[in-house]
Nanobody, 118 residues
């Protein structure tokens, strides 16, 4: 059962922007609103890393490499989270994964590919 579905990936040039979306159609609303949600990414040959997270209370946390460029947000009514990426560079090239943590249970999406190249 796929609880998280990402979309919005693609090919962009350096300096451009992209917005990723993650929806949770099969997750009940109370689980979604009570969760910590995040975006992770994994580049070829590298470990998966946290990009940004937003807690149940709305507190956000970002990797140093994306601070000031990426913004994570949520829409609880739609059971969606977003990742707005600006001023992108080649180091942002990776598979991006949506993540949800609720009472110790983890949920992962299948990922969406983001490529930054001229």
């Amino acid at each position: 059962v796929q609880y998280l579905v990402e979309s919005g990936g693609g090919l962009v040039q350096p300096g451009e922007s992209l917005r990723l979306s993650c929806r949770a159609p099969r997750m009940i609303l109370s689980t979604f609103t009570g969760s910590t949600r995040a975006w992770y990414r994994q580049a070829p040959g590298k470990e998966r890393e946290l990009v940004a997270e937003i807690t149940e209370g709305g507190v956000t946390n970002y990797a140093e490499s994306v601070k000031g460029r990426f913004t994570i947000s949520r829409d609880n009514s739609k059971k969606m989270i977003f990742l707005q990426m600006t001023n992108m560079n080649s180091d942002d090239t990776a598979m991006y994964y949506c993540y949800n943590l609720y009472r110790g249970r983890e949920y992962w999406g299948q990922g969406t590919q983001v490529t930054v190249s001229s």
